[in-house]
């Protein structure tokens, strides 16, 4: 290699380098776009069509309650101690709500539909609030509801008989609107007076939604 070659090649390996930055810089960019349009493609859903059974023993769907607000729970009677504190906080929420609780529907659904049948539940939704609904299903069919609102569920044996077990699940509380959507979740130890202050929250935002879009379609019908 001359002296003149060696002078010609440090720069061009320097500028290499320094394409070699850029590209990474853009793949790096690309990646970056590509990723958040993926997101935004396919945004996470809580909730979706369910067909579960009611206290009367009638099969009740998403559409049975379209219209109105949902605060949906998941647990079991057997719960020792989340899922009673949870439905305590629930029956305050309706009470605090007064009478805009009229447009809201508590669901109890069990994730233990072996031994929760809808009298069971029931009776033990009734024992906090007589509005609280206890739905229960199939396994396949709780299996469904559970996975549409990412709520997690497993039993656990803890002693020698076929009933000896507890099942951990998920804690979330989540609120629905009357269109099926979802609004957003609280934790189980949120306190129902909170509750209670959000729900009456989205509702008031609901409203004003609907009457701009309603003077929206005014404007619309005018022009
Ligand atoms: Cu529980």
Redesign the pocket.
Known sequence: MSRRDVIGYVPSFRLQRFRLHILCLVAAAMWLVAASVTRAAAPVTVGGPFTLTAPNGTAVTDQTYRGRWLLVFF??TF?PN??PTTLLEIATTLEKLGSDAEQLQAIFITIDPARDTPSVLAAYTGSFDSRIVGLTGTDAQIADVAKAYGAYYAAHQNGPRADDYVMD?GTYIYLMNPQGNFVRAFDADTGGEHIAKSVREAIKRDRRGAVHDRSGAMRGGTL
Do not use: A, S, V
Request: aromatic share 16%; hydrophobic share 0%.
């Open positions: 647990g079991y719960c989340t899922c699940h």
